[in-house]
């Protein structure tokens, strides 16, 4: 009997196929053998053999993914919901396996569009199939905070609802109650996904502005006017003031958080902070020179480890987009380079841990072609399969010594353009199958032998009911017309005419 073809994403390390068949059903005999070191802590050996099927692993990690990989060696519809208990061939084979990267993620921007708990954990399901560890969870934004905080109510309250969408005219909002994260939380646990938690500062914070008004630069006359929940998209000019008692606020939010995210990371953002009006407030400029501090870099440094501190002191470290770059950085922290890779770069030769995640090749937000009718942001060029399948988390200029301070990767889904859980699906796959052969599996990938996998696997994501885009266009339904908005990041404008900016993140 011919060995049958193996087509498993991401591709393992070596596979050895046999000849034979099993049959796989309630009887068949499962052995596991864990306490193997040697295979590392994510790695597993799986064997398919006359005598049933065997787990080698070094720990529950290797199990689980292990078992991720027998998934997908079993027919496409044993993943449907209704398989039942069917009796199903399985080929001989095994399989020895293990990472490349320990950090495989994946970002949810769920504030600029709030997706549902439901939707939350149908895409965890989907990253643990693919291997995926780090779900890097956006909770806030100008657009809306969606996460409770008990301390301060109207977070959700005020923050979590804004009046419309770039002139739409359709009030948009949602936010997870504590008992709903602690759910995603636990859910993602047993499937060995650690969920980071974003609170973005000093910018990007107009609806905690809006909730808490005090928090904003009062001094200085806002662009924002009147403050609200933000209902554009680009970077606001409103920030938080660099107050003691901005600082105590988030301080209280963090407290919080880290009770409700056990995982060793938060992420306090950094990134598109405007510092006009830093500049423009009297009472800023007093800190800065209260504090010695030079530039409002150096401000935004100085707020930023002090939360940073805060989080360390409650056995946390801190990831931050690559801005905060441009300050001193608190010790332990870990740089996500995302505007190009120089940021990585920089980040290990100042000695510490990144990630790259530049946007021209993980950003999963924008369109993949130049066709009339694709979705996605347009604000950038297309990133197509074959280039996410592409990239390589290590730069070419990263000097090589360095190259262990690259710990992995994520590709990011910035919602502007997917309002809904149909669209991202689109958005997402089968782009995030390519980008988990990137952070899993060896560097010499192979673009048409990768296709040759994709098309089994897609019969996968049919069975699992995924409204993936199709490897040759979007399907009728799945276009989009033009937004009502321009595109280009510098000359963007909403619907009512107001000027504003388009942001890559």
């Known amino acids: 009997?011919?060995?049958?073809?193996?087509?498993?994403?991401?591709k393992p390390l070596r596979i050895q196929a046999g000849s034979g068949r099993l049959t796989f059903d309630s009887a068949t005999v499962v052995n596991a053998s864990n306490g193997h070191?040697?295979?590392?802590?994510?790695?597993?050996?799986?064997v398919i053999d006359?005598?049933?099927i065997t787990f080698v692993t070094g720990t529950e990690t290797g199990q689980f993914y292990a078992e991720q990989t027998l998934k997908q060696l079993l027919p496409p519809?044993?993943?449907?919901s209704d398989a039942g208990d069917k009796a199903w061939p399985l080929p001989y084979v095994t399989i020895t396996d293990a990472p490349r990267f320990r950090w495989r993620g994946a970002m949810l921007d769920v504030a600029r569009h709030f997706l549902p708990k439901r939707d939350v954990l149908r895409f965890l399901d989907l990253m643990a199939l693919h291997k995926l560890n780090v779900l890097h969870f956006h909770l806030t934004e100008d657009q809306g905070w969606r996460i409770e905080i008990k301390q301060y109510p109207k977070l959700t309250e005020v923050g979590g609802w804004r009046r419309e969408t770039v002139g739409d005219g359709r009030p948009h909002g949602g936010f997870y109650t504590q008992d709903d994260i602690r759910e995603i939380v636990a859910y993602a646990t047993e499937r060995h996904i650690t969920v980071v938690?974003?609170?973005?500062?000093?910018?990007h914070s107009t609806a905690a502005i809006a909730a808490y008004p005090e928090l904003g630069n009062q001094d200085v006359p806002s662009a924002e006017e009147p403050r609200e929940v933000w209902t554009r998209f680009g970077i606001a000019t409103s920030v938080l003031n660099v107050e003691d008692t901005t600082v105590e606020f988030y301080k209280t939010v963090m407290d919080e958080i880290c009770d409700l995210f056990p995982g060793e990371f938060v992420c306090l953002g950094g990134d598109e902070c405007p510092k006009d009006e830093w500049k423009a407030s009297a009472r800023a400029q007093a800190r800065k020179a209260e504090l010695g501090l030079a530039t409002e870099e150096d401000l935004q440094a100085w707020f930023m480890n002090q939360l940073s501190e805060h989080v360390a002191s409650k056995g946390r470290k801190l990831l931050g987009w690559d801005e905060i770059l441009e300050g001193e950085l608190f010790p332990g922290t870990v740089v996500s380079s995302w505007r190009g890779t120089d940021g990585a770069v920089e980040a290990a030769r100042r000695g510490h841990d990144t990630l790259t995640s530049p946007y021209g090749w993980v950003y999963f937000d924008y369109r993949q072609s130049d066709e009339e009718g694709e979705p996605g942001a347009p604000w950038a060029?297309?990133?197509s399969l074959e280039?996410?399948?592409?990239?390589?988390?290590?730069?070419?200029?990263?000097?090589?010594?360095?190259?262990?301070?690259?710990?992995?990767?994520?590709?990011t889904l910035w919602s502007e353009y997917i309002p809904d859980a149909r669209v991202h699906d689109y958005q997402a796959w089968p782009r995030l199958a390519a980008f988990s052969e990137t952070v899993w599996s060896t560097p010499d990938r192979d673009f048409a032998e990768f296709q040759s996998r994709l098309e089994k696997h897609l019969e996968r994501l049919d069975a699992l009911g995924v409204e993936y885009r199709p490897l040759d266009g979007p399907h009728p339904w799945q276009k989009q017309p033009a937004p009502h908005w321009k595109a280009d990041p510098n000359e963007a404008e909403a619907a009512d005419g107001t000027e504003s900016t388009e942001s890559t993140e």
């Open 37 to 46: 070191p040697e295979l590392g802590p994510e790695g597993y050996t799986l």
């Open 197 to 203: 938690p974003e609170i973005d500062i000093p910018g």
């Open 381 to 383: 060029a297309p990133t």
């Open 387 to 411: 280039r996410a399948y592409s990239f390589e988390p290590i730069p070419e200029d990263m000097p090589e010594e360095l190259a262990d301070h690259v710990i992995g990767s994520e590709a």
């Open 77 to 80: 519809d044993a993943l449907r």
């Open 50 to 52: 006359d005598d049933g």
């Open 1 to 10: 009997m011919d060995a049958p073809k193996i087509s498993i994403i991401p």
